[in-house]
């Protein structure tokens, strides 16, 4: 994993302050890449500051940290969508765990339904929306993603890997390929099957990832933050 | 020297990069019957055809086999076989035949394979042999427990397992949402008995629905009322990680930490929760990875086939290189060997 500059310096150090359910996991990456994430106990909502005299972004939590690991893959993979598709509809299966703590609360042998999640802004003109569904499943995120717009063909770069079939069809399989790579059970990439146009002006495709993904983008937004640099999909 | 292994699958991968790492110790390669996960995320490993399939399988996805399974036991010294279980015999004779050392893992039951070796209580039972018997991965945590202890103060220990269904990379096998128990004692038992002059060990065990590792209650009887003193023994012992026993302990989150930790969330370390009821009485939960606490020993034991003496030398050989190799880079070393002491 490449070496993001700046975080080895002491005075850019970024510090998470207050309780974050993610924050070891955050730290742990940080570290990984040779950073420093400070943590901090502090009253009042979990916030991360990038460094001094830069602004601090505040950290979600509940529906809301939901909403941003799944908007962070989703706009990985749109990224690799041509032309950039204008609305995602779909079901995500989110892990009944979160990755810095144990299930302790099920469902077991259940699933849940937690609801709708909007897709609105200015990634996709036409919008979307996604049912999540919460099961006993702790390895990864699973996504079944439909991407509409017209003639799209799918262009994998960046953090998205394209799983070969024997590996894409259970998430034992492909989350212990993604442990045997060697980038440790938060793998910073999108997963994803091979894409099917099951109709004209429409991809899907199934993906898999973990919070690493999103947090990744959040350690580099932070950095770039750090520099006065203003993010562009924010 | 040069290491052969047969089988990729979940031993077989973990054995393969143990054997990578050691500084005195060369992979020759590893005998395969399919392109399965463990190959596909490490093609570029030399691997060899064990059948006409693999050669199909492997050309399939890419990857140009060495050669067959003869030519790999020639280019070899020592063969650690994790094939299937129980499949191990079919293939002594082609390892006897050529004099390659041999070591079979995953507790094969053929004593015609060699004696049955556990490198904590045993190790020097393996030198000058042809071919060795490497216990199971509960036989082993249980063995490093009765080590840790002292062998010569344990009388009997009674013991019963929560096994987990299926290995991670399996969703196909196991129950869905049930125990399934089984009142006959398990191989474990004699497996002890076995392994440790003396004693007396009876094992039980049932499967459950998870992939985060065996637990096992242990009672473990011991000869004179020194339980204090063993309990002091087993909290220096190497390869055990102490859990506090305060409070209720969670395998899915122990298993967290070693994922956040370590490359592959491998846990070579048996974790062990004690209580002290009586003066002659050891009760531990145990929590051990069943898929990665086996390597350690079988590293020691294929140091103990290539004639090192010292016991305690091989261990630190082991030990210092897989803790290299399964840590995240320098700058985490610290973070991993601090959490190994606080789980």
Same mark, same amino acid.
């Given at each position: 994993m490449p070496r993001p500059a700046g975080l080895t310096d002491p005075m850019a150090s970024p510090v998470l302050l207050g309780d974050w359910p993610l924050a070891c996991v955050l730290a742990e990456l940080s570290a990984r890449q040779g950073g420093r994430l400070v943590l901090r106990d502090a009253v009042g909502p979990a916030r991360l500051e990038c460094g001094r005299g830069s602004p601090v972004i505040q950290l979600p939590g509940g529906a809301g940290l939901r909403q941003a690991i799944i908007e962070a893959a989703l706009r990985s993979i749109a990224r690799c969508i041509e032309p950039y598709p204008a609305g995602v509809s779909g079901t995500v299966l989110v892990p009944a765990a979160g990755v810095c703590g144990a299930a302790s609360s099920g469902p077991i042998d259940a699933i849940r339904d937690v609801g709708i999640m909007r897709v609105e802004g200015p990634q996709f003109a036409a919008g979307g929306a996604l049912r999540l569904l919460q099961v006993q499943h702790t390895r990864c995120w699973v996504a079944s993603l439909a991407f509409a717009g017209n003639d799209v063909a799918f262009c994998p770069t960046g953090m998205l890997r394209v799983l070969p079939d024997p590996l894409a069809a259970d998430t034992a399989r492909a989350t212990q390929f993604m442990l045997d790579l060697g980038d440790g059970f938060y793998w910073p990439e999108v997963v994803v099957g091979r894409p099917e146009q099951s109709q004209p002006g429409r991809l899907d495709l199934l993906a898999m990832f973990t919070e690493a993904h999103y947090l990744n983008q959040l350690l580099a937004g932070c950095l770039r933050r750090s520099e006065g640099e203003i993010l562009p999909c924010e | 020297m040069r290491v052969a292994v047969v089988g990729m699958g979940v031993i077989g991968r973990r054995l393969a990069a143990a054997v990578s790492a050691q500084p005195d110790m060369t992979l020759a390669g590893v005998a395969v019957r399919s392109a399965g996960v463990g190959v596909l995320a490490r093609p570029l490993l030399p691997y060899f055809a064990s059948s006409s399939q693999a050669i199909e399988a492997l050309r399939a996805n890419g990857i140009e086999p060495a050669g067959d399974l003869a030519a790999l036991i020639g280019a070899a010294d020592l063969v650690i076989d994790a094939g299937p &279980? &129980?499949?191990g015999a079919g293939r002594f004779e082609r390892y006897r035949d050529a004099g390659v050392l041999s070591i079979f893992c995953g %507790?094969? @039951?053929? @004593?015609a394979l060699g004696p049955l070796v556990h490198p904590a209580l045993n190790? *020097? @039972? &393996? *030198? %000058?042999?042809p071919s060795i018997r490497l216990p199971s991965c509960n036989t082993t945590a249980l063995g490093r427990l009765i080590a840790g202890l002292g062998p010569s103060d344990v009388a009997e220990i009674r013991a019963v397992l929560v096994r987990c269904a299926t290995d991670a990379d399996k969703a196909h096998k196991g129950v869905t949402n049930g125990t399934v128990f089984d009142v006959r004692p398990a191989h474990h038992g004699p497996d002890l008995e076995s392994l440790v002059q003396g004693i007396r060990a009876r094992v039980r065990g049932a499967h459950v629905p998870v992939i985060c590792g065996h637990v096992a209650l242990v009672e473990a009887r011991l000869r004179t009322p020194v339980a204090t003193a063993a309990a002091g023994r087993i909290s220096r012992a190497r390869r055990v990680v102490l859990l506090p026993q305060d409070q209720p302990q969670n395998t899915a989150q122990i298993k967290a930490r070693a994922y956040r930790t370590t490359r592959r969330g491998d846990r070579y370390e048996l974790a062990v929760q004690l209580a002290i009821d009586d003066p002659d009485t050891i009760t531990a939960w145990i929590s051990l990875d069943n898929e990665a606490i086996t390597i350690p020993e079988a590293i020691d034991a294929m140091r103990a086939l290539s004639g090192i003496e010292d016991a305690e030398l091989a261990r630190d050989l082991t030990d210092a290189a897989l803790l290299r190799a399964s840590a995240f880079p320098p700058e985490q070393m610290e973070v991993s060997v601090a959490r190994r002491h606080h789980l």
């Open positions: - | &279980a &129980a499949t %507790g094969e @039951r053929d @004593r190790y *020097l @039972r &393996a *030198l %000058g042999q």
